[in-house]
């Protein structure tokens, strides 16, 4: 098969490792009302669950990024889905509650390898008019492992056969990673001048815009399925139905969203304007709470798709802003500001739907979105100074070197 057309293999081959991840991250709230029952939990210790695999995210997403831009993409994919694999096996048999957080922390630093390695993948096959579809593709297997999992796991019987179940998803991620997954065939190098991704203050601003997006779209999905079981009478199943209608759709939007910044070749300009619609639709489900459902439903529909739609496009413009021998580390890094964000959002947002009440809850929410739409704000005008010198990709270096 050609270069030009195995980006395409490499680019599922990524995206399956993305949703083998996904489904583990995102199955946790789907198994909220069994981990709450089966431990006795308090509200926020279910969320402490929720984030206990987002905290092994964050401790190891920037030193699987910086060993996948030394030694490439396919040996850390592999090693960190197989050390996933392992541990929810463990969490799947372990006898307590402070021993499953273990084991979930655990299988969040091992599949956390995906993240930035087949991203970097992703940046090294596509063009500048095609990166953000393509990390489009990729970052949908997010709602749709999301939504996997909201279809599948309650209908298991029970939490630890919904991990194991999670464990083989991983070592099927892992065997693909290992057979499928190449190196770019050349990558360039980032301009002399410019700062690694870690003291890069464009990246650190671009993190923690996204971090205030992730806030929202971490709490909204996080607890959709107890606040329609809790508050709105739904069953486990049908909140769980509910989720993967909002992931799929949340899906459908990355590709939208990835589109049109390809067509503008911008990143940063849609991401603001996710932002302020996001926050105008977080106000309005606030105020519905109460709501009959014809009225709360498509409006909380909206919000959690809008609220999904951003995610390709903060790593794509992560990755051109710190260029591609350092994509893996710029992605990772953003992802770990992401995932500490995401981390927090549920045992926060646990804590004031305790303290004060699902309207408010969603309301201070809502501010989230919203000021991440203020903090980007430099970054818009950053972007269209540096579009002057686009990344090229080695299809793009070849192109251009054929007479």
């Known amino acids: 098969m050609t270069a030009p057309r195995y980006r395409w293999v490499v680019l599922a081959a990524g995206a399956l490792g993305m949703l083998a991840v996904s489904a583990a991250r995102q199955g946790l709230p789907v198994l909220g009302p069994q981990l709450r029952d089966e431990f006795g939990l308090s509200l926020p210790e279910v969320g402490l669950a929720f984030a206990a695999f987002n905290v092994g995210i964050v401790v190891a ?14 040996p850390v994919m592999t090693v960190g889905l197989v050390g996933m694999t392992a541990a929810l096996l463990a969490a799947a048999a372990s006898p307590s509650f402070g021993t499953i957080l273990a084991g979930l922390t655990v299988a969040g630093a091992c599949g956390a390898s995906a993240t930035g390695a087949s991203g970097r993948a992703v940046m090294g096959w596509f063009g500048r008019r095609e990166r953000g579809f393509a990390l489009g593709i990729r970052q949908t297997a997010v709602p749709l492992g999301g939504a996997l999992a ?17 464990a083989a998803l991983g070592l099927g991620a892992a065997i693909a990673a290992a057979t499928l997954m190449r190196d770019p065939v050349r990558t360039e190098s980032p301009p002399d001048d410019a700062p690694p991704p870690t ?57 939208v969203a990835g589109r049109f910044s390809d067509r503008r070749e911008r990143r940063v300009a849609p991401m603001r304007a996710v932002a302020l619609t996001d ?31 951003w995610n390709g496009l ?65 970054l818009e005008r950053e972007e269209e100074r540096r579009a002057c010198n686009p990344v090229s990709s080695p299809r793009e270096l070849m192109e251009h070197a054929t007479p």
Do not use: C, K
């Open 61 to 74: 997403l920037v030193p699987w990024g910086a060993l996948s831009d030394r030694i490439g993409e396919r």
């Open 150 to 166: 909201a279809l599948t796991l309650p209908h298991l019987g029970s939490l630890r056969a919904a991990l194991i179940v999670l």
């Open 199 to 255: 003291r890069d203050r464009r990246i650190w601003r671009l993190g923690w815009g996204s971090a205030l997006l992730v806030v929202a779209q971490g709490s909204l999905l996080g607890f959709l399925v107890l606040f329609l079981h809790d508050e709105r009478g739904f069953s486990p199943a049908a909140a769980g139905a509910a989720l993967a209608a909002i992931q799929l759709a949340g899906a459908a939007s990355r590709l």
């Open 279 to 309: 926050g105008a639709l977080l106000l309005v489900t606030a105020t519905l709470v109460t709501a009959p459902g014809a009225v709360l439903y498509p409006v909380l529909f909206a919000a959690g798709t809008v609220a999904m739609s």
């Open 314 to 378: 903060s790593f794509t413009a992560a990755a051109e802003i710190s260029g591609l021998a350092r994509a893996g580390t710029a992605m990772s890094l953003q992802n770990t500001i992401i995932s500490a964000a995401g981390a927090a959002a549920p045992v926060g947002f646990g804590a004031l739907v305790a303290l004060t009440s699902w309207p408010a809850a969603y309301a201070v929410m809502a501010l989230s979105p919203l000021a991440a739409w203020l903090v980007l704000a430099p």
